[in-house]
């Protein structure tokens, strides 16, 4: 059983979250933001990042063998047996308590969880058909820079409130 700080006793086996997203060379501030969350999560919900680098983009690329290539690279990427989600548009709309809910269903399933993000143009096909679940941020669109930080802190966001940690206050 897993001892929250805050007192609250909840069931909690080790699984990992991988954070697979297409991108690196972030800057600073993203790098800083990401791991200012990823650091708070206890090791039974460690948020792991996973960087592929991006297809060369030109005038004349051939835009669908690069998002087939950068989703081929992403599914290697996905450790065996995990739960993959896409972050994806047309995913579900989720509130924090209703990702909390998600984050539960998760840890309790004993199975590492890969989250991803695609590229520029989006995740591959391939990608897409792996996904037990979809999920989408918001209907607004972000950068994908900005898209690490706030994953990161909606994860640690939904674990505080599974374990009655003050961060999160409605």
């Not at 006793?9 to 979250?17: D, K, T």
């Not at 996904?131 to 994908?144: G, I, Q, V, Y």
């Amino acid at each position: 059983m897993f001892i929250a700080r805050y007192g609250a006793s909840v069931y909690a086996p080790r699984m990992q979250i991988q954070l697979i997203t297409i991108g690196n060379k972030m800057p600073t501030w993203v790098q800083a933001g990401y791991d200012e969350y990823a650091k708070r999560l206890p090791r039974e919900c460690e948020l792991v990042l996973k960087e592929i680098p991006p297809g060369k983009r030109g005038k004349n690329s051939d835009s669908a063998r690069i998002v087939k290539d950068e989703g081929d690279k992403m599914i290697a990427a996905i450790a065996k047996d995990a739960h993959v989600v896409t972050l994806d548009v047309p995913g579900k709309l989720l509130s924090t308590p209703e990702l909390s809910v998600a984050l539960k269903r998760w840890l309790e399933s004993g199975r590492n969880v890969a989250l991803l993000v695609g590229g520029p143009e989006g995740l591959s096909d391939d990608a897409k058909q792996l996904a037990r679940e979809s999920w989408s941020l918001s209907k607004l669109t972000f950068p994908h820079p900005l898209v690490r930080v706030i994953v990161a802190e909606q994860i640690y966001r939904a674990w505080s409130i599974l374990n009655n940690h003050p961060y999160h206050r409605e």
